[in-house]
């Protein structure tokens, strides 16, 4: 069950020092965010963005002024007024009221894969990397497999095989994104399981799983809490994606890519209004995402700063 | 000889890798809605027929006989049959193969010439004004959605402006496309010297193209200045500066050359990657390419297509990886192979 791995005695030291800075830095828990946004402002405003569109998804759809489904035949393509914020679509919906609605699915989408992927990958990751071996070659050889999709075309694949629907999209972007997670967590609990810690735990008689999943798992989670916060932006843009060729949430439920999809025809008649907003709402939120990540990303790997 | 050995050993790799491919490819085909009999058989087959079909197609076989017969097929080069069209799904693709090839390469070409020296120079003046412009850019760059900006460009530039011309295909309606050499238009018509089909065909491609660069810019940008900024912090730069030479040498000669080699596996990863958005472009712009006919097909609930062009994606992506890898391994000596 054990394997020996031989390293060298300065590459033993590197991976000791690179695990003592991302402990020392997962430790200060307050210290940590200070520093984030004290030496990069620009992530500030990404976390101001994410914070802003996650209300919006929280309390947008108890404040829209109508029914985010609710057709209107004679009130069809009107452009924005003082009712109708956003205007209306070809069906007569309050376009607003859709965006603030598509909120809530898109970030649900989002987060409720990245959390199944975070949790999967890390079980994956953490089993392949610290028993070596037969396990270790099968779980990443399947991961390479998945990896040889380019992601959004296995998301295609996979959507295609299961239908559209919330909880298919939710499936798909976490099988698409489960190889990452897997393969960040496993090179972390390659370095660490030649630590003394894990040692002095092994040898204490402590069982097995609780090596993996007390000393192991948490100690490996600094760059991987990073790489999620970054794949938020990846799965809001590939659910998106999907909803917009039609292989992700089914009408008439409101969603931000399905959305620019159906104002896609209007678009050349000069109807801007049914495509531009909830694209706009999308770009904000995983700009968001993305400025937040870069200045995590900046702080875990300092060769970046200066 | 060692090169050789090198490309024959990566490619024995792959056969693992092609292998859990088709295995994917088949389970998500057998996953499918509907039943592929009754689709083939058509609307007035009756049950007896819907069998035949059935066996015909092997689908009473056991499920290791359906894979090793689909494996066979996919050697053949079989990616089975559309029902919408009751054409061979592969003749269909391959005929679509060169729009897709032509818009993806040259977006490519674009962004790896405006990117390298974009990534370069922010490296070179770090911190500057012009390092801060271009991290924003490239964040807004993977930030916007590629269906939404190409939308947004198609607003703006055809029914704004009107300085672009219809957003439909790649060429304009009254123009004859180029003698079919290779079935890229723009390489076509240059090779006959036809200027109308190169001039509207380039003029098709200006926004479909801009679209694609903007999103493959950013990660091209971002490791060529990481990259650069990593040499720069390298002793042998050190050295060659204070040897004396000029900063401008050391930049181009000694940074720039070395930093290249994790630019080249950006590249690669990026141009499979961008598949992706490519079908999404595809579909916006109507530029009759593989991704384009892939969407109409699921809009047919015909997915027989889809999931060829999700296999052949695959096996281009994978090609691709490879070629990256044997160029890495030239460039490189410090690489044994």
Sequence with gaps: MKRTLVISEAERQRREQQSERLRSICSRKFGFSFVVFRQNPVSLVGLILVVMMLLVAIFGPLVAPFDPDATNARLRMRGPSATHLFGTDSYGRDVFSRVLAAARIDFLVALASIGFAFVLGSIIGVVAGYFGGIPDNLLMRVMDVMQSFPPFILGMGLAAAMGPGVRNLIIVITVIMVPGFARMVRSRVLSLRELAFVDAAKSSSVPTWKVLFVYLLPNSMGPIVVSAALNISYAMLDAAGLSFIGLGVRPPQAEWGMMISEGMNNLLGGQWWVSVFPGLALFISVLGFNLLADGLRDILDPRMRR | ?337
């Design chain 2, 1 to 337: 000889m060692r090169l050789i050995a090198y490309i024959v050993k990566r490619l024995l790799q792959l056969v693992p890798i092609l292998i859990g491919v088709s295995m994917i490819t088949f389970v998500t085909a057998r996953l499918l809605p509907g039943n592929p009999a009754v689709m083939a058989a058509g609307p007035l087959a009756s049950q007896e027929d819907i069998a035949a079909v059935a066996a015909d197609m092997g689908l009473d076989q056991p499920i290791w006989k359906q894979y090793v017969r689909y494996v066979g097929d996919l050697l053949r080069g079989d990616f089975g049959t559309s029902w919408r069209t009751g054409e061979a799904v592969t003749t269909e693709l391959l005929r679509r193969f060169p729009a897709t090839l032509e818009l993806i390469t040259t977006a490519m070409f674009v962004a790896v010439l405006l990117g390298v020296p974009l990534g370069a120079l922010a490296a070179v003046k770090q911190g500057s004004k012009l390092d801060h412009a271009v991290r924003v850019f490239s964040v807004g760059g993977v930030s916007i959605p590629v269906f939404w900006s190409g939308l947004m460009l198609m607003f703006v530039f055809y029914y704004l402006l009107g300085w672009a011309p219809a957003p439909v295909g790649r060429i304009g309606f009254r123009i004859d496309p180029p003698t079919h050499i290779t079935g890229m238009y723009i390489l076509d018509s240059i090779l006959t010297l036809n200027g109308t089909a190169l001039a509207s065909s380039l003029s098709q491609m200006a926004l479909p193209l801009i679209t694609l660069v903007f999103a493959m810019l950013s990660p091209i940008v971002r490791i060529t200045r990481t990259s650069m900024l990593e040499v720069f912090r390298e002793d042998y730069i050190r050295t060659a500066r204070a040897s004396g030479l000029a900063k401008r040498t050391v930049i181009f000669k000694d940074a720039l050359r070395n930093a290249l080699l994790p630019v080249i596996t950006m590249i690669g990863l990026q141009y499979g990657y961008s598949l992706g958005g490519e079908v999404l472009v595809e579909q916006i712009f109507s530029w009759p390419g593989m991704g384009r006919y892939s969407i109409d097909a699921i809009f047919n609930v015909d997915y027989a297509p889809v999931q060829a062009f999700v296999m052949l994606v695959a096996v281009i992506y994978i090609t691709i990886n490879l070629i990256v890898d044997v160029l890495y391994a030239l460039l490189d000596p410090r690489i044994r192979y």
